[in-house]
């Protein structure tokens, strides 16, 4: 079955310092993988998206993320964290080739608290 | 990107009432959409796809008498919550995939039954 994990609840950064937001996945084949942010009582916003190519993805907000396929991990990264960056994130899983429009499978999602 | 709007973004209603969400894909059409539930901290919950011009997909163990779908055309599908209770008060989402396969979110609706 396709499952994704986000290990961590809640990630605490202080701003300026590199973050991480962890994500594993399981699911056949070569998945699509993606991150999204959701600020309170708000939406889903697109953050960036993993196909094939380059295993780092660059993605909205100076976001990035690294698409490892051993460890089958795709792990969300910024260099330099920003007050403004608290939210929650989450990762999803969509696996290809099944046809007609896939269904995104959502990880439990990170609360990233970035503290001035 | 493309745009996806719900209608209301906030509402409160009696027990007993129902409740219809509307889901509107704004500059592109949509022959699919997708809603989601959200409860407080947790992630998204896939209820049902909806199709335009045929019957819902419901995932399992949701009611599909109690959350009515409708895909009456291409750009707008309504979610109908009948004989709303508290335990249908939550966070619902829906999302438009384009035609290139990637999916745009609404920006939710917060419900709240008394």
């Known amino acids: 079955a396709q499952s994704v994990a986000q290990p961590e609840d809640q990630v605490n950064v202080a701003e300026g310092n590199p973050l991480t937001v962890k994500c594993t996945y399981s699911v056949s084949g070569n998945p699509y993988l993606f991150w999204y942010v959701q600020y309170p009582n708000r939406g889903l916003q697109f953050l960036l998206k993993?196909?094939?190519?380059?295993?780092l993805v660059k993605g909205s907000y100076g976001f990035e993320a690294e698409f490892n396929k051993s460890q089958t991990s795709f792990h969300l990264k910024k260099p330099s964290a920003l007050v403004s960056d608290s939210a929650l994130y989450f990762c999803?899983?969509?696996?290809?080739?099944?046809?007609?429009?896939?269904?995104?499978?959502f990880g439990a999602g990170t609360r990233l608290a970035v503290h001035p | 990107g493309a745009v996806v709007s719900q209608h209301p973004s906030r509402v409160i209603c009696k027990s007993g009432t129902s409740v219809k969400i509307e889901c509107r894909s704004l500059d592109f059409q949509a022959t699919t959409m997708f809603w989601y539930r959200q409860f407080p901290k947790k992630s998204l919950m896939l209820m049902a796809t909806s199709n335009e011009g045929s019957k819902a997909t419901y995932e399992q163990g949701v009611e599909k008498d109690k959350f009515l779908i409708n895909h009456a055309s291409l750009t707008l599908s309504t979610l109908t919550v009948t004989s709303a209770h508290p335990e249908d008060s939550s966070f619902y989402i829906c999302?438009?995939?384009?035609?290139?396969?990637?999916?745009?979110f609404g920006p939710g609706t917060r419900l709240t039954v008394l």
């Open positions: 993993y196909i094939t190519g380059d295993n």
């Open positions: 999803a899983v969509r696996r290809p080739f099944s046809g007609g429009y896939n269904k995104l499978i």
């Open positions: 999302s438009a995939p384009t035609s290139t396969n990637e999916q745009f």
